[in-house]
């Protein structure tokens, strides 16, 4: 049978998404896998889909549970795994048929990374990544160029109970990027390519993508601090001036969209963005929103 996959798949209010996602791993060209659905307290038809699909299908496990929040489902879902390889899926997105099978081509890496589709309303956008191999010397270059979130991506479940990788439970936003971190703290090398292997939905207006957050500034700032600890751990000293800037632009980009210039400026604060630095932060963006308007 060869070496056994488990795709874990939070699953929340997803009725008119879950089943075309399951589907697709359903018919996946890679055959030794198992689907581990949790279901995160939806109130909707979610749970009788899941529970119908896993009654037709041996290869899927549903698990029940209360609303705990997408960290806590995937923990859920890596305790529960047996796979020698874990792969994440959300519930409104899609894996190309030969996605499995293509990430496990490149399965001498400890983690792969494969490219994707973004699908907003009737338009197709291909996020095609350059393929390149990383390794000690420049691993952390990996989460600045990819996806943050887990979906996509290859991931070796001994690294991940080896270090007791997680995601951290008690924040909504964000828990992706410091689970990446984390597991590329323990990673020898990846490889990222450019295979379009999955298919991102944007449309689901329910989706964490489109909700506000006004602790966004905190939460990646735990993002940040886990590049510290990278660095502690493997005994670099590598410059995160850039990864303030980047997260501080993604604050940005969220508190103007929701008009919270309170929490905007505490993350200026936070990120130790100069005044200088700021405003010319702020004209630059702000030019490039009247110019779209």
């Known amino acids: 049978m060869g070496i056994r996959i488990s795709i874990i798949i939070p699953v929340y209010n997803a009725e008119d998404y879950i089943f075309e996602c399951v589907q697709s791993i359903l018919e996946q060209t890679y055959r030794n896998i198992e689907i581990i659905i949790i279901d995160d307290g939806s109130v909707d038809r979610s749970l009788e889909i899941l529970d119908q699909l896993s009654e037709k299908n041996s290869m899927i496990r549903v698990i029940h549970q209360e609303n705990k929040g997408v960290s806590f489902a995937r923990n859920i879902g890596i305790e529960n795994a047996i796979g020698d390889y874990i792969i994440f899926a959300d519930a409104d997105d899609k894996y190309s048929k030969d996605a499995i099978a293509t990430l496990m081509k490149y399965s001498q890496y400890d983690m792969v990374c494969g490219s994707y589709r973004q699908i907003e309303k009737d338009e197709i956008k291909e996020m095609i990544y350059k393929k390149e ?123 103007i969209s929701f008009n919270d210039f309170d929490n905007l400026k505490k993350a200026k604060n936070l990120f130790g963005i100069r005044n200088n630095m700021w405003l010319s932060i702020f004209a630059w963006k702000m030019c490039k929103l009247i110019k779209h308007f």
């Open 133 to 255: 191999i990383f390794n000690s010397a420049n691993m952390l270059d990996v989460e600045r160029q990819v996806a943050h979130a887990p979906w996509g991506k290859l991931f070796k479940k001994e690294i991940i109970d080896k270090n007791n990788i997680k995601f951290p439970n008690e924040i909504p936003c964000g828990e992706d990027d410091i689970f990446l971190i984390n597991y590329l703290t323990y990673a020898k090398d990846a490889i990222v390519i450019s295979d379009l292997i999955y298919d991102y939905n944007l449309n689901n207006l329910q989706s964490a993508m489109h909700k506000y957050y006004p602790l966004l500034y905190k939460y990646l700032y735990m993002a940040y601090e886990a590049k510290k600890m990278y660095c502690l751990v493997r005994n670099e000293q590598l410059n995160l001036e850039s990864d303030k800037k980047t997260y501080y632009n993604e604050c940005f980009r969220h508190y």
